[in-house]
């Protein structure tokens, strides 16, 4: 399935809307303001939470935790010394978490799952926001990448809004 994640433009705090291969939002992401660290509330069409995202704070690197029902579900963490790439890994339950690798810039990246690429994202710069067309394999956690994707973004570009 391909999804477009656009950030919100002229918010306070950060926001994205998700959108499907139709056009229609498919899930929107909003920010607390006043807050210390980021801390975002994924949402449904419907305004259900489904992801709950919260940065860690005095952590040794951007880590994120990603909590479904008021549980930690996932922690994302950015690789500090990588050589040449952007690198993340998606911590879930189990042995088979996600990887994101992806250049320098953050303009395009995978995510893997036992060495197979689950989604591709890339970086569109054809508006006043950034773009991303997100690609995600049948049967993967849509939510849980998409989130991650958002997660991607914050802390690759900590200018205090998403960008």
Do not use: N
């Not at 499907?20 to 929107?28: L, P, Y």
């Not at 909003?30 to 807050?35: E, N, R, T, V």
């Amino acid at each position: 399935m391909k999804y477009l994640l656009r950030q919100k433009f002229w918010t306070l705090t950060e926001g994205y809307t998700i959108q499907d291969e139709s056009g229609s939002t498919a899930f929107t992401v909003d920010g607390k303001a006043f807050c210390w660290g980021h801390q975002l509330s994924f949402r449904d069409p419907s305004g259900t939470e489904l992801i709950y995202i919260r940065q860690k704070l005095l952590a040794w690197g951007p880590t994120f935790f990603l909590e479904r029902d008021g549980k930690v579900y996932a922690e994302v963490r950015k690789h500090l010394f990588t050589l040449l790439r952007c690198r993340f890994t998606v911590d879930i339950p189990g042995p088979d978490d996600y990887e994101a690798v992806g250049d320098l810039l953050d303009m395009e990246y995978t995510f893997t799952r036992q060495e197979r690429v689950v989604a591709e994202v890339s970086k569109r710069w054809f508006s006043w926001t950034d773009s991303y067309g997100i690609e995600i394999a049948d049967g993967e956690d849509v939510p849980l990448l998409l989130a991650s994707a958002v997660v991607i973004d914050l802390a690759c570009h900590t200018d205090g809004h998403a960008s």
